[in-house]
């Protein structure tokens, strides 16, 4: 049904276009070549009037031709399915559509094969509803967009307003976009804060979602931040030296050499970051952690051990998260190094100052409302980055100042809780979506701060 | 005279003050080197782990089996039509279990040995010499060599990365003799002399109370398993071949670390791997099912085919979609929207959106495609559509630079000759453009065929055996993919783990280059 609305669409689309064009010929050759358009443009005038309404049909049948069939479906069950909740009633329909489906339903019993049968009637009835009223508004809108054209017509100004309709669309879908996310995110939320209170949530200190329905998350914002700091100590200090020394030593060669293959780890998939942190640096840093272990004890400083290690830890998914980051900060604070103004280097150079003491007090600070933006970006970063930590954090909520303990996410118990059964009623799917609401917060507040600072920052210098 | 003199003293003093911020000055500079040079080595080690890793899973070994295809077994009475070959997977592992049994008669002794010998190949690994036959069944009754991989354990001992060994070097074999408890007594003078030597080694690293590491003998095809070792004899227990080529051949031991309950295979499988190799039944071949097989359980059998369509059709989905929009909302925003409220609010939009974590638009994707518009869960149009959704920015933001690199020169020249706007910016602006857009277009979809976690998200990470036909069917991509494996416990998905990498970053290497290829050839200055 799908392709053949998408082909009947094509069809609708590309005969009124011919229609329309050869009028508009016709015209032209009547009236001696005094016509405000050209007959193409007469022709996607025409064109526009068969598709657009089509278009419009055609997406409110997706949307809503099977709940449509549903609720008709719905009202004609025996009485005795009003037992039902409307949870069970819904997957009791799914199953209904898969059985219609698959045309395979024998052997099921007699009221569900009545019922996957009626159903098959009823979406018959709402596909060719929906075609007669396509082909209906289509012949109309080739008749109606037909008897406009004129040889004074302004077919092309109109065309030209609907495609500069659709561009405006198109930029449209940013705000849809980011309307949908507010809107899922919110409307999940508040079914699951009808259920656990949004305090428990934000204040408790116990997270058993899986198993318990313990919805304090406390602990997952804790790993959160820990992982992002440990993320952000390697990742700061070696991306600014990194700018600092491209921008300011580096010569044009090494610089033409040295960028790319920086920017080599940030094209490089997350996943494979993850493989990485979990082959190789997570059982290091868990030998390295025994090893310390055992020699505190040999040394007599410590009775038992005081580090955790854990196949998985924190330490390994900052680490591995940190090189991940560091292209980011270097090419951020790149260009706002380069974009302090050459003049402040060579005042500070003529007061004798040395190339490091110019770079320390003089281009540094200039540039520190810009370096702060970069790190800000790449904090948020950090916080929402998923397949590091996935791999090679753990999944044990807990609030422990080991670095070497596994700990766990936001983002962690986002893909633990959504992946698996899922059903939209259960508090452990819509867990997730508050989850994911507090980590669109935090990373919308960083971002927008980030993003005004840099903006005020351009123009200073601009 | 004091003036020199304290202007001497103040000289001291301020050349002693240079040398100190000339000093600093160059340990800023070291410390600038030192961060680049951490982050290219930390490249460096992530990409020779993980390619030296791909490497050893870019070829694996398979064993020869010449079996004769025996009409009652293949095609029985009442299934001999091609589909019922086809489908008769146990009858042609039946047929390579006997032929593995004949070879080694000893594994027909007891249940333990059968089943021993029967994990050398994969049930599944007969399927596709199965499906030859069922297109050629005037193979029936004939003899043919059918190759199947072996056991990924296995695999992994031949490639030295299963369990630790050390091979040793023995001295001539002088005599055997029969025992009478069974095995036999090897004795040579100083035969054993390097086992010994590296017995007490092995025996000085290990706790005091582990067990003795195994030793294996091997002479050509014969391997035995030897005891009681001194330097001049020990006690042999023969696990494959002939006792007699103890004497005649050059015998050498191996050296085994591991406890044989605490291993993945037994001394009797390495004894006949060995003996295989040594007939020359296996081969290290190119592990070319990594690109043509699809998942499987098995490590050996497993491929990438499924996730590797399974991504060219969510990329297809993203391209479709993200492509258009992007770049009519590109040239939108640059040509055409007037400065007011709502332009700026598209802006910040589309800025914020470029920086949302992409894991928001996954549940995104779970909440309005799958239970809001009741979308298939782990389709490529779904997670072509969340994907989309991410990539449209990047594409966004590309496209604008680009269109803002062309000069207003080449707008006011047309409409000079009295295009209109529109006709501007698609006759003109948009084809100069087209290059720069192009590769922003293509970085974007680069970043969006390595992403998982939406797609997790949507579910496709299930298994999938099956190729998907169309952008509807249940499938998963390279990335989820490289996830799975990355769970899977066995130690033979570590290295086929990588060697998918390699091939995401191939692909991920080819549109880079494209992009790169595009940026020299069409590059222009204004």
């Known amino acids: 049904m799908d392709w053949l609305l998408i082909a009947l669409i094509a069809v609708f689309g590309s005969s009124a276009f011919f229609l329309g064009r050869m009028r508009a010929e016709r015209l032209l050759m009547s009236t001696a070549g005094r016509m405000h358009s050209r007959p193409n443009y007469h022709g996607y005038y025409v064109a526009m009037w068969a598709t657009v309404p089509v278009l419009a049909i055609a997406l409110s049948y997706a949307v809503f031709g099977e709940m449509l069939t549903r609720g008709q479906l719905a009202r004609e069950l025996p009485s005795s399915f009003s037992r039902l909740s409307p949870a069970e009633l819904q997957s009791y329909l799914d199953s209904v559509r898969l059985a219609a489906g698959s045309a395979a339903s024998a052997g099921a019993d007699r009221v569900f094969e009545a019922i996957t049968n009626r159903y098959l009637e009823l979406r018959g009835l709402v596909n060719a509803g929906t075609l007669v009223i396509l082909g209906l508004v289509a012949a109309f809108g080739i008749v109606w967009g037909q008897s406009r054209l004129k040889s004074d017509f302004r077919a092309r100004a109109l065309v030209e307003n609907g495609m500069e309709l659709v561009l405006f669309l198109c930029a449209g879908v940013a705000i849809a976009t980011t309307a949908g996310i507010v809107l899922s995110l919110l409307y999940e939320s508040l079914q699951f804060f009808q259920k656990v209170s949004a305090w428990d949530f934000l204040t408790g200190t116990r997270w058993n979602a899986q198993t318990e329905a313990e919805f304090g998350a406390l602990p997952l914002f804790f790993g959160t931040f820990m992982i992002a700091l440990i993320a952000m100590l390697v990742a700061a ?9 491209l921008s300011e030593y580096a010569s044009q060669t090494a610089r033409a050499w040295i960028k790319p293959i920086l920017e080599i780890l940030a094209g490089i998939p997350t996943v494979v970051y993850g493989f990485f942190a979990l082959l190789v640096v997570a059982p290091g840093i868990r030998s390295a952690a025994i090893w310390i272990n055992e020699t505190a004890i040999q040394l007599g400083l410590a009775s038992e051990p005081i580090l955790a290690a854990q196949p998985t830890s924190a330490l390994a998914a900052g680490l591995v998260m940190g090189i991940m980051i560091i292209p980011f900060v270097s090419s951020l604070s790149d260009d706002v190094i380069n974009a302090v ?18 770079v320390q007090q003089v281009v540094v600070p200039a540039a520190l409302p810009g370096i702060i933006a970069a790190l800000l970006l790449a904090v948020s970063r950090a916080i929402g980055e998923t397949m590091i930590v996935v791999m090679a954090a753990g999944k044990s909520a807990r609030i422990s100042m080991d670095p070497t303990s596994d700990l766990t996410t936001i983002t962690v118990q986002i893909v633990s809780l959504m992946t698996g059964e899922t059903g939209f009623d259960d508090p452990k799917t819509l867990s997730a979506f508050a989850l994911g609401l507090v980590l669109f917060t935090v990373t919308l507040a960083f971002n927008v701060v980030a993003l005004r600072v840099v903006k005020k920052y351009r123009e200073k210098y601009d | 005279m004091t003036d020199t003199a304290r202007t001497q003293a103040s000289k001291a003093r301020a050349m002693k003050r240079l040398r100190k911020r000339r000093a600093a000055d160059g340990r800023f500079r070291y410390y600038g080197l030192s961060a680049i040079l951490t982050a290219l080595g930390a490249l460096a080690v992530l990409i020779f782990t993980i390619g030296s890793q791909a490497l050893s899973a870019a070829t694996y070994h398979v064993v020869n089996y010449d079996i004769t295809l025996d009409p009652a077994v293949i095609a029985p009475e009442g299934a001999g039509r091609p589909e019922d070959i086809s489908r008769n997977v146990e009858g042609f592992y039946g047929l390579v279990r006997d032929n593995l049994i004949a070879t080694f008669p000893e594994a027909a002794k007891d249940r333990a040995s059968r089943r021993e010998v029967a994990d050398f190949v994969t049930r599944l690994a007969v399927l596709p010499t199965a499906q030859m036959v069922a297109e050629q069944p005037e193979l029936v009754g004939t003899r043919i060599t059918l190759t199947a991989p072996l056991n990924d354990d296995l695999d992994l001992y031949l490639k030295g990365q299963g369990v630790r060994e050390r091979k040793l070097g023995v001295g001539a074999i002088a005599a055997i003799k029969g025992e009478v408890e069974g095995g036999y007594r090897v004795t040579g003078a100083g035969a054993f002399d390097a086992v010994v030597a590296a017995l007490a080694v092995a025996a000085a690293d290990l706790p005091a109370d582990a067990a003795e590491p195994g030793v294996l003998l091997t002479a050509g095809p014969s391997t035995g398993r030897l005891t009681e070792i001194s330097a001049g004899s020990g006690h042999l227990e023969l696990l494959t071949g002939n006792i007699k080529d103890f004497a005649r051949l050059q015998s050498k031991a191996r050296l085994i670390v591991a406890l044989e309950s605490e291993r993945t295979i037994s001394d009797q499988q390495i004894a006949w791997t060995l003996a295989l190799k ?14 043509t097989n699809s998942d499987s359980t098995y490590p050996e059998l497993a491929g990438g085919l499924a996730a590797i369509v399974g991504s060219l059709l969510t990329m297809l989905v993203t391209a479709l979609v993200a492509m258009p929009i992007g770049i ?20 910040v939009n589309i800025n914020n959106l470029a920086a949302v974590p992409s894991i928001v638009f996954g549940l995104l994707g779970a909440a309005l495609y799958i239970n809001f518009l009741g979308m298939p869960r782990s389709a490529p149009l779904v997670g072509g559509l969340v994907l989309a959704l991410m990539t449209f920015p990047v594409v966004i933001i590309a496209s604008r630079a680009a269109l803002k690199a062309v000069p207003p020169s080449v707008r006011s020249g047309a409409l000079a000759v009295g295009a209109s706007q529109m006709q501007t910016v698609f006759h003109h602006v948009v084809p100069l453009a087209a290059p720069g857009i ?22 496709m990470v299930a298994f999938v055996g099956d190729v998907p036909r169309s952008p509807t069917d249940e499938s998963t991509v390279m990335p989820v993919l490289i996830f799975s494996w990355s769970n899977n416990a066995e130690r033979a998905w570590e290295p086929l783990t990588s060697a998918m990498i390699i091939v995401l970053l191939a692909f991920l290497l080819l549109m880079n280059g494209l992009v790169v290829f595009l940026r020299r050839k069409y590059e222009r200055r204004w």
């Open chain 2, 438 to 459: 192009l590769t922003g277009a293509i970085l974007g979809m680069a970043r969006a065929l390595g992403e998982s976690a939406p797609l997790l998200l949507i579910g």
């Open chain 2, 328 to 347: 009519f909302a590109a040239v939108y925003l640059e040509e055409f929207a007037p400065k007011n409220r709502v332009t700026e609010f598209i802006e």
């Open chain 1, 341 to 358: 103004p050459q003049t402040l280097r060579d005042a500070a150079f003529a007061l004798g100052a040395t190339k490091s003491e110019t």
């Open chain 2, 278 to 291: 040594d007939m020359g039944r296996i081969e290290r071949v190119p592990r070319k099912t990594l690109l």
């Open chain 1, 237 to 245: 200090p070696i991306g600014l030296f990194s700018a600092i020394f």
